[in-house]
């Protein structure tokens, strides 16, 4: 075997990867194996340069090669599964993290990989584990004593989260992370005492920080002290990096005006970030919404196209259409109203089939179905929903409008008892 020329292959072609010219550096290693069939770096190597390429069944050959003439490389073990991971087969990539562990592969990114994969598995038994034990490995990785929070965060394990964060805190004085997630976990709770003190010294540890400012402004809105937000928001505007929460903030900011009944500014601050921001689709959608509320139908609608104009998520767009149509009616355009609503139906109905957890969808075709004069749909609907989740009034109010709109007015409150007795705060 000429070794020199081997090794000239094999660093030309690490060159080449650290120059991110993968085809190349691919071939160097294809002409380093050409000279050397038993060489694991070689196999190696040219698995990382084809992942690089996309090319996650040559990847996988190659490190189970690499495996073949290195059997039981941690390594190796660890980059196959990857490349299951890459590929969705998350089944695989588990097995061949665990045989990485066994074989001595012990880091913080291999626990909270599958910490990770088994938390979007819904297994937070798991995910805690493999989170634990790569706190204990790497005791200063901030990121997963955030991630063990969460994982105890969607078990609805508040305290623990809280604990977990505190520790954070004791051992990472500086970790932002840990003011932010207690900070909003508390006002998740309606503890919003707690949350502001946590804020208040997050804030005066990190001055200059806009989204720790962000998460002070929305505490003080949520216990309803305006007067403090707007002066904090105002403060807020000053700081250099405001661009970066201007959505949010301006989303705040329309609350409190709405608070004091003024929804004119309110619109004013949403269009004004909406402008700044080329378009958004959340600003958007509450704009639409107020616009809704206040009868101001051709507001509605051209606030309504723009939002589907930037294709946005199903619930947006569907939204958007509803209103859309709405406004059409209200202003005297009923044939044009019609088509819209008839179009929308059967829009919706492919888009329920297509996400049957698509709620919002269901309902817009109730309501569609009943703007048209089609009954028996929009009862059928009515029953559905009320199978889909029985636990709520929804059947009986939607059915208590739909009869209402017939102006079968003693079946009408009929349901609306039924619903109120089911929930006496639903609004009808």
């Keep these: ?43 190696t190597h040219l698995g990382n340069a084809c992942a690089n390429l996309g090319q996650l069944d040559e990847a996988l050959a190659a490190f189970k090669n690499a495996l073949i003439v290195e059997p039981n490389s941690a390594e190796t073990y660890f980059s196959i599964a990857s490349i299951y991971l890459m590929k969705n087969d998350r089944l695989r990539a588990v097995e061949y993290y665990n045989k990485a562990e066994e074989a001595g592969f012990k880091r913080l990114e291999l626990y909270q990989i599958l910490a990770t994969i088994f938390f979007e ?122 661009d970066a929460v201007r959505k949010d903030a301006s989303m705040q900011e329309a609350i409190l005006y709405l608070r004091k009944e003024d929804a004119q500014t309110a619109i004013s601050v949403l269009t004004s970030a909406n402008d700044i921001l080329g378009g958004d689709s959340d600003i ?14 051709e507001k509605t609608i051209a606030v309504a196209e723009k939002l589907i104009a930037l294709k946005p998520n199903h619930f947006y767009l569907y939204t958007a259409k509803f209103f859309l149509a709405h406004a059409a009616e209200q202003l005297g355009k009923t044939d044009d109203a019609k088509a819209q609503y008839r179009k929308l139906t059967s829009e919706l109905r492919k888009a329920t089939i297509s996400d049957p957890t698509f709620y919002e969808g269901y309902i817009f075709r109730l309501l569609s179905h009943t703007r048209i004069g089609e009954y028996e749909k929009a009862l059928s609907l009515a029953d559905y929903i009320e199978n889909l989740h ?39």
């Design 1 to 43: 075997m000429d070794n020199e020329l081997y090794n000239d292959h094999i660093s030309q072609g690490i060159a080449l990867m650290s120059a991110e010219n993968y085809p190349a550096a691919k071939s160097e290693f294809e002409e380093a194996l050409r000279i050397n069939r038993k060489s694991a770096e070689a196999y």
């Design 121 to 242: 598995a819904h297994d937070s038994i798991q995910a805690l584990r493999n989170i634990t034990k790569g706190i204990a490995v790497a005791p200063f990785a901030g990121e997963a004593r955030v991630l063990k929070a969460r994982i105890y965060l969607a078990d609805n394990r508040y305290d623990e989260a809280l604990d977990t964060l505190e520790e954070m805190q004791k051992i990472l004085p500086d970790a932002f992370e840990a003011y932010d997630l207690r900070a909003q976990i508390y006002s998740a709770l309606g503890k919003f005492n707690e949350a502001f003190e946590v804020c208040e010294a997050a804030c005066a540890r990190f001055p200059d920080d806009v989204v720790m400012a962000l998460t002070k402004l929305k505490t003080l809105i949520s216990m309803q002290s305006d007067e403090a937000a707007f002066k904090h928001l105002e403060g807020m505007k000053q700081m250099a990096g405001y």
């Design 284 to 297: 958007l959608y509450v704009l639409l919404d107020l616009y809704g509320k206040l009868d101001m139908h």
């Design 390 to 428: 029985p636990e709520r009034a929804d059947g009986h109010a939607f059915r208590h409008y739909i009869y209402k709109t017939m102006g079968d007015t003693e079946k009408a409150e009929a349901e609306k008892k039924l619903a109120l007795q089911q929930n006496p705060d639903i609004k009808l």
